[in-house]
């Protein structure tokens, strides 16, 4: 269990392995009234009940909203099917268990399918592991991992932010975009989604635009070879 009950007009996808994160995900797209359409994919129905009946608050009754739509699906089967679609998807938020448990989403078929499922403006996340305090293997891996994705978009970097629940208290997340840089193509002050759709961000606890800025500066041996 990764995630406690304390951890609190686009088209996204959530693409996901069977882990409860996609429901604070789920919750936090949800608050967007711009948001029309969100597509949940997950592997195993089971996680879902399970977050559903013992910890409602993750999702806050997001799967209740009519924008959206939840499919029970190996998320790898779904993306090199084609079913996704072409150009969909504003944004993909990929959310996956350690590598072995989730290398069929890695391959390169599912890559294509990611890919072509996302606008030509769309951005592409995903989780890439906890940082901890010092270069681990997991790390050179994920990275290995990171440039063979990020060849496939002409922007890639990583960013952090804070996570109690992982060791060291650090996560990191991989942005991929072929056209949007995270800190050059950023709102003019007073013009963030958290000062108008969020009300100043009244409901967070965490977020603000100066820690979105902030979880761009990495240690370097998160960054070099």
């Known amino acids: 269990m990764m995630s406690t009950a304390r951890d609190a007009r686009f088209h996204i996808f959530v693409l996901s392995k069977p882990q409860n994160h996609k429901m604070r995900a ?24 399970v977050c559903q009946t013992f910890f409602p608050q993750l999702a806050a009754g997001a799967f209740h909203d009519p924008r959206v739509r939840l499919v029970i699906r190996d998320a790898a089967d779904f993306l090199a099917s084609g079913d996704a679609g072409v150009a969909t998807f504003d944004v993909v938020l990929v959310d996956l268990t350690d590598r072995g448990l989730s290398d069929s989403v890695f391959t390169e078929t599912a890559s294509q399918g990611l890919k072509r499922c996302l606008r030509p403006d769309g951005v592409v996340v995903r989780n890439f592991c906890a940082t901890g305090l010092n270069r681990t293997r997991r790390h050179t891996e994920e990275l290995r991992t990171l440039d063979a994705l990020g060849e496939r978009f002409a922007h890639s970097c990583l960013y952090q932010y804070f996570q109690p629940t992982f060791v060291g208290g650090q996560y990191a997340f991989a942005f991929m975009s072929d056209t949007v840089l995270p800190l050059r193509d950023l709102p003019a002050a007073g013009a963030w989604p958290y000062d108008t759709e969020l009300h100043n961000g009244k409901h967070l606890c965490y977020y603000t635009p100066s820690v979105h800025i902030a979880g761009f500066a990495l240690p370097r041996y998160m960054v070099t070879p």
């Open 26 to 49: 789920l919750r936090e797209v949800c608050r967007y009234a711009r948001v029309g359409r969100v597509v949940l994919v997950d592997v195993s129905k089971d996680v879902i009940n």
